[in-house]
């Protein structure tokens, strides 16, 4: 992988952060509903081993989190919580907002595929 792909993959990163961070300062969320659905995410029993990225085949573990954050293209989303959890211990809802989420970034390749293409 070339230097400046890898800059630019650092930099959208970087961004979906600094987004996520944005939102959190800008919401008042009751942290402790959070905190308390998100534990609960944490005793599921998901079965992971069926769970891979339709894209590049990456497959996800039970403490790999995403982020609820607001985004464009394809989700168009603009109402995030920034909770972090499992996304796949919800079949996509955000504990925080319970907003369902359509589609699911890769955390590896950083592409996005229908939610329910991940489940194999």
Request: net charge positive.
């Amino acid at each position: 992988m070339s230097r400046r792909t890898n800059s630019v993959k650092a930099k959208i990163i970087t961004l979906f952060a600094a987004k996520a961070t944005f939102s959190l300062l800008q919401r008042s969320l009751n942290l402790e509903e959070i905190a308390k659905r998100t534990s609960l995410l944490d005793e599921d029993a998901t079965d992971f081993s069926r769970i891979r990225c339709p894209l590049c085949e990456w497959q996800p573990k039970s403490l790999t989190r995403w982020t609820c954050g607001s985004c464009g293209h394809p989700e168009y989303f603009y109402d995030a919580c920034g909770t972090e959890w499992n996304t796949f211990a919800t079949g996509g809802k955000c504990p925080g907002c319970t907003h369902q989420w359509k589609w699911t970034m890769c955390l590896r390749c950083f592409g996005w595929a229908l939610h329910a293409d991940w489940y194999k």
